[in-house]
């Protein structure tokens, strides 16, 4: 069961739309739809932004978009703000009740 | 509101076991609608998910991890915990409970706590 791939920093300008990806296997992100996004500020918890690759728990954002294709589900912030700069991971079921995280990507709001 | 508070020694000493506690606060640890997981977050690094423990009592462990882990419930105080035996400097983290909402995603955090090992 290996780390899901992210990649490690992703930047953007205010209003701007970014996506980050994370990337699995066939037995994890490829075989059920049980992708949840989290967002982490410094020294905080993490927040969930998005469950199930793409619903929203109830008071975040819609500028928080969630998508799947085969093995890769990818997050979308669109208009890019100021706080939403922080650390970003995915997670993954990976079969027989276990979980699996992405490394985490750095946003940069420039 | 359901929180989640960790305790337990910030310091361990190699070949020790590590032992925090999850207190859970507005909801019953008894819940069949959460299930209650352990992850930790090395220094810098990025989460790993430790492991989790059902309503049910079943628990299921990240592979990596599972020869040294034990994840327990206490009813009577409403709290589960965390045993993670023969510890290096390699399992300094921070760690953190959380629920799993109906099995789908984190959805509840506590702050965590640093452990850190060391002699």
């Known amino acids: 069961q290996s780390a899901l791939t992210q990649p490690a920093s992703v930047s953007g300008s205010p209003g701007q739309s970014i996506t980050i990806s994370c990337t699995g296997t066939s037995s994890d992100v490829g075989s059920f739809n049980l992708v949840s996004w989290y967002q982490q500020e410094p020294d905080k918890a993490p927040k969930v932004k998005i469950y199930?690759?793409?619903k929203r728990p109830s008071g975040v954002s819609n500028r928080f978009s969630g998508s799947k294709s085969g093995s890769t589900a990818s997050l979308t912030i669109s208009g890019l703000q100021a706080e939403d700069e922080a650390d970003y991971y995915c997670?993954?079921?990976?079969?027989?009740?276990?979980?699996?995280f992405g490394g985490g990507t750095k946003v940069t709001v420039l | 509101q359901l929180q989640l508070q960790e305790s337990g020694p910030g310091l361990v000493e190699p070949s020790e076991t590590l032992s925090l506690i999850c207190t859970v606060s507005?909801?019953?640890?008894?819940?069949?609608?959460?299930?209650w997981g352990w992850i930790r977050q090395p220094p810098g690094k990025g989460l790993e998910w430790i492991g989790s423990?059902?309503?049910?009592?079943?628990?299921y462990y990240t592979p990596s991890l599972k020869s040294r882990v034990t994840i327990s419930v206490d009813t009577s105080k409403n709290q589960f915990s965390l045993k993670l035996s023969s510890v290096t400097a390699a399992d300094t983290a921070v760690y953190s409970c959380?629920?799993?909402?109906?099995?789908?995603?984190?959805?509840?955090w506590g702050q965590g706590t640093l452990v850190t090992v060391s002699s």
């Open positions: 997670c993954a079921y990976a079969g027989s009740n276990t979980w699996v």
């Open positions: 959380a629920t799993l909402l109906g099995g789908t995603y984190f959805d509840n």
């Open positions: 199930e690759v793409s």
């Open positions: 423990i059902y309503s049910s009592g079943r628990t």
């Open positions: 507005g909801a019953s640890i008894s819940s069949s609608t959460y299930y």
